[in-house]
């Protein structure tokens, strides 16, 4: 079975621009959440959708949004790019409300 | 907010060593994660250890939790090149959120 997929891998923004991160969850999981990981540290909770409803949200700006689509895929969207957002996004899935969780490898965004 | 700090930050032994590896946390927790990260992809989860539980086993890996103390390390014993990475503990926080520390590099001299 195919894990947690992510797409693109890698992208590269100018500052004032819009993003648009992709997610796929493993076959049979509900649950995608999504992480921003900053060189160095670890990962920080932006989102968590189950059942195509917001169930969680972290401490991040009203620029950060993202929903879950009926096949339980997700976006991330970031608006008005800052320099400060450059990190590596991470989508991970999971099985219910089991704690143990799956994650892709990543989009690794820059923003010059 | 970081929930669990690792320490230490970085550690660097020989092949065939030791590694041990701390994490404290701050609130009550039901469980808590060990991650590892390679090279700055994406996360594998290694293994839980529920708050009822003191010590857990896996392969080389073995974890201790102290909840009176909010302390768990992982011990990975005899340490191979391929254990070379990023180690993470992680507590939930309500519905399915993880709160991770700052992580541990670990790296492993041949």
């Known amino acids: 079975d195919a894990g947690v997929t992510q797409s693109p891998t890698h992208l590269i923004k100018t500052r004032g621009q819009h993003v648009t991160l992709r997610c796929s969850p493993i076959?049979?999981?509900?649950?995608v959440s999504w992480y921003q990981q900053v060189l160095g540290q670890g990962p920080q909770f932006i989102f968590q959708?189950?059942?195509?409803?917001?169930?969680g949200r972290g401490n991040f700006p009203d620029r950060f949004s993202a929903r879950q689509f009926p096949n339980y895929s997700s976006e991330l969207n970031v608006n008005a790019l800052l320099l400060g957002d450059s990190a590596l996004y991470l989508c991970?899935?999971?099985?219910?409300?089991?704690?143990?969780?799956?994650f892709g490898q990543g989009t690794r965004l820059t923003v010059v | 907010s970081q929930q669990g700090e690792e320490d230490p930050q970085a550690l660097s032994i020989q092949e065939g060593e030791n590694a041990t590896m701390n994490c404290s946390y701050k609130?009550?927790?039901?469980?808590l994660q060990w991650y590892r990260q390679n090279s700055g992809r994406g996360l594998v989860h290694l293994i839980l250890?529920?708050?009822?539980?003191r010590e857990k086993h896996s392969g080389r890996l073995r974890v201790t939790l102290d909840t009176s103390k909010k302390s768990s390390s992982l011990l990975i014993t005899a340490s191979r090149a391929a254990d070379t990475a990023s180690y993470f503990c992680?507590?939930?926080?309500?519905?399915?959120?993880?709160?991770f520390g700052q992580g541990t590099r670990l790296t492993i001299n041949p």
């Open positions: 991970a899935s999971s099985f219910r409300t089991e704690p143990r969780a799956f």
């Open positions: 076959s049979g999981h509900k649950s």
């Open positions: 959708y189950y059942e195509k409803e917001e169930r």
């Open positions: 609130t009550s927790i039901n469980n």
């Open positions: 250890i529920r708050s009822n539980e």
């Open positions: 992680a507590t939930i926080v309500g519905a399915q959120k993880l709160v």
